[in-house]
Nanobody
Framework: VQLQASGGGLVQAGDSLRLSCVAS????????MGWFRQALGKEREFIGG????????SYSESVKGRLTISRDNAKNTGYLQMNSLKPEDTAVYYC??????????????????WGQGTLVTVSS
């Protein structure tokens, strides 16, 4: 397993949750990283991305201001901090990385490595 996502669960609207993504790739620190989500019956949606150093981030408009992406390259781990969760945030959340991402975080086809997904359920 190259990427292992964890931290999902059942929370109430307004709660916070932090997802983690641990990479077994020795080159993790050389790659940008992205987070996506997929709700039941919907297409996979880009949430945000972070540069390989962690100095630059990019977010989709739908989550901007509520979600924060970070990474700790010393731990080969990426994070997705989610605040003020809403029922519409319910989805399986995926982390991804790879050498072809660059700053094109929003393009799923550029990612070569994907985590298995972790389910976040937000009740109203």
């Amino acid at each position: 397993v190259q990427l292992q996502a964890s931290g999902g669960g059942l929370v109430q609207a307004g709660d916070s949750l932090r997802l983690s993504c641990v990479a077994s790739l020795p080159t993790f620190s050389s790659y940008a990283m992205g987070w996506f989500r997929q709700a039941l019956g919907k297409e996979r949606e880009f949430i945000g991305g972070i540069s390989r150093s962690g100095s630059r981030t990019s977010y989709s408009e739908s989550v901007k201001g509520r979600l924060t992406i970070s990474r700790d390259n010393a731990k080969n781990t990426g994070y997705l901090q989610m605040n003020s969760l809403k029922p519409e945030d319910t989805a399986v959340y995926y982390c991804a990385t790879g050498p072809r991402v660059g700053e094109f975080y929003q393009y799923a086809r550029r990612y070569d490595y994907w985590g298995q997904g972790t389910l976040v359920t937000v009740s109203s």
